[in-house]
């Protein structure tokens, strides 16, 4: 398949601040002729603190996001946290993203699979990559073969992560798309009231990931990130990730080289 990005800000904070990104990552798209699926969440369910921005509803997050689609003819994603959302979100959600957290909900997989859209599976980070393949299984057996994998990280004790790049080599052998996450692997989770991060490295290892031949890259970005209501320790600015993107397709470029010499 076409190498990918998935991009854009962690959680809905107004419908301005996710045209405004969007219609720059549409652009950005155009310019390096290469897809970008637009990503932002209805609501962040898993915040550290009770006291921390959730999002929009889930009504209100859709009415937002079909603009995005019909504004930039964009396929887009967000994320699910219930069995029931899956249904509200198909027909405008062209991937559904199963968190991390709750990557062996059997309930949530189900229903996001009979939705009949991509269901793109985080790993947990308290899981091995090869049981990853009892969630593709949960997928498949309820009748969709559009599943993704994406990792973000392995905890390394304490609120903080690590990435195994042994792992998404693991997960290709599976046989289903392998996404890389360069920003949430970032996290310190749980260091603070709400999780820090390292941003700064996660173009470096995006870079790693596009050397292996993931199919695609997913970027949390805004256009301050030190503002955004959400994950503000671990996301790019757009700026940071316009000057990335020459570098990952080079390193995209040269794996595909060395793949069709195997």
Same mark, same amino acid.
């Given at each position: 398949m076409e190498n990918f990005f998935i991009a854009g800000p962690c959680v809905i904070e107004s419908e301005k601040i996710?045209?405004?990104?969007?219609?720059?990552?549409?652009?950005?798209?155009?310019?390096f002729n290469i897809e970008i699926i637009f990503k932002?969440?209805?609501?962040?369910?898993?915040?550290?603190?009770?006291?921390?921005?959730?999002?929009?509803?889930?009504?209100?997050?859709?009415?937002?996001?079909?603009?995005?689609?019909?504004?930039f003819n964009v396929r887009l994603t967000t994320d699910i946290h219930l069995p029931d959302q899956a249904d509200i979100v198909k027909d405008t959600i062209d991937v559904i993203?199963?968190? #991390?957290?709750l990557c062996r909900q059997t309930d949530l997989l189900v229903a996001a699979a009979k939705t009949k859209r991509i269901v793109n599976i985080k790993k947990g980070q308290f899981m091995a990559p090869w049981d990853m393949k009892y969630a593709i299984e949960k997928v498949a057996n309820s009748g969709n073969n559009n599943i993704w994998l994406t990792e973000?990280?392995?905890?390394?004790?304490?609120?903080?992560?690590?990435?195994?790049?042994?792992?998404?080599?693991?997960?290709?052998?599976l046989g289903i798309p392998v996404i890389?996450?360069?920003?949430?692997?970032?996290?310190?989770?749980?260091?603070?009231?709400?999780?820090?991060?390292?941003?700064?490295? #996660?173009?470096?290892l995006?870079?790693?990931?596009?050397?292996?031949?993931?199919?695609?890259?997913?970027?949390?970005?805004?256009?301050?990130?030190?503002?955004a209501l959400s994950d503000a320790s671990n996301m790019i600015s757009l700026d940071?990730?316009?000057?990335?993107?020459?570098?990952?397709?080079?390193?995209?470029?040269?794996?595909?080289?060395?793949?069709a010499h195997l």
């Open positions: 996710v045209l405004t990104i969007a219609e720059k990552l549409k652009r950005l798209s155009e310019k932002a969440s209805f609501d962040k369910a898993n915040r550290s603190s009770i006291d921390s921005y959730r999002g929009v509803s889930i009504y209100k997050g859709m009415e937002i996001l079909a603009k995005v689609k019909e504004t993203q199963i968190p #991390a957290f973000r990280g392995s905890s390394f004790g304490y609120n903080n992560l690590v990435v195994d790049f042994r792992g998404m080599l693991i997960m290709k052998e890389y996450d360069a920003t949430h692997s970032m996290q310190l989770p749980g260091s603070a009231k709400s999780s820090l991060g390292t941003p700064q490295y #996660a173009q470096i995006a870079k790693a990931a596009a050397s292996i031949g993931v199919d695609g890259l997913f970027f949390e970005t805004h256009i301050n990130p030190k503002e940071e990730f316009e000057n990335a993107i020459p570098e990952i397709l080079e390193h995209w470029h040269i794996s595909k080289k060395y793949e």
